[in-house]
């Protein structure tokens, strides 16, 4: 079975250039989650769907993110105009069920420039 | 608010036992995980505890306390490839998210 499947693996832009970076859950998982990763604050949940729906977003730090699951095989996460400090590891993961373990992507490393 | 406490580096030697402790505070608390991740990896999924008590997989066990918010990993058996960061994280809430720890950096020496 594939995993959790994220593009791109690596990003590097300008500040205030567009990024969106996508993310296939496993077959089957009807939970979705955006983390974000740095050494200053660690894996911090962004945004959390269930069955397409967002759950819960209090961790999108501002509205400059937005994340949409069009359908339960896909799902974008993007960042408009992107900044600086917005360079980090962003990890998508997947679960069967609320009470399920997690299933991470390889991430997509993003350097804002 | 809630809170996660872990060591930050343990070290320890081929073939040890080692013990990552975890403290934790927070509401509406259903269980703790553990997650493994190699450096640049991503993080994989170890153990759960919902319940008081050891679980055990392989080298590696889990324990909970509910009455102390308190857990921890126990890894046997200690090989090179343990070398990672561990991670303990809570799951809470009415959406039963996960909030992780800081991580401690497990190094395992010859």
């Known amino acids: 079975d594939a995993g959790v499947i994220q593009s791109p693996r690596h990003e590097v832009t300008e500040m205030g250039q567009e990024v969106t970076l996508r993310c296939k859950p496993i077959?089957?998982?009807?939970?979705l989650f955006w983390y974000r990763q740095t050494m200053m604050r660690g894996l911090e949940l962004l945004i959390y769907?269930?069955?397409?729906?967002?759950?819960?977003d209090s961790g999108m730090p501002e509205d400059r993110f937005s994340a949409k699951m069009p359908n339960a095989s896909f799902s974008t996460l993007k960042i408009q105009p992107s900044e600086p400090r917005d360079s980090a590891v962003y990890f998508c993961?997947?679960?069967?069920?609320?009470?399920?373990?997690?299933?991470f992507g390889d991430g997509t490393r993003l350097s804002i420039l | 608010g809630q809170s996660l406490e872990q060591p930050s580096e343990v070290t320890a030697v081929e073939g040890a036992i080692v013990q990552i402790n975890c403290t934790y505070q927070?509401?509406?608390?259903?269980?703790l995980s553990w997650y493994q991740q190699h450096d640049g990896g991503a993080p994989t999924f170890l153990s759960y505890?919902?319940?008081?008590g050891l679980e055990e997989t392989g080298r590696f066990s889990s324990f909970l306390s509910r009455s102390d918010s308190y857990g921890y990993l126990l890894l046997q058996e200690l090989q090179m490839k343990d070398s990672a960061s561990y991670f303990c994280?809570?799951?809470?809430?009415?959406?039963?998210?996960?909030?992780f720890g800081s991580g401690t950096q497990l190094t395992v020496l010859p």
């Open positions: 993961a997947s679960s069967p069920g609320q009470d399920q373990p997690q299933h």
């Open positions: 077959s089957g998982h009807n939970s």
């Open positions: 769907f269930n069955n397409n729906v967002p759950i819960d």
């Open positions: 927070t509401s509406g608390f259903y269980g």
């Open positions: 505890n919902a319940l008081d």
């Open positions: 994280a809570v799951r809470r809430g009415s959406a039963r998210q996960l909030t």
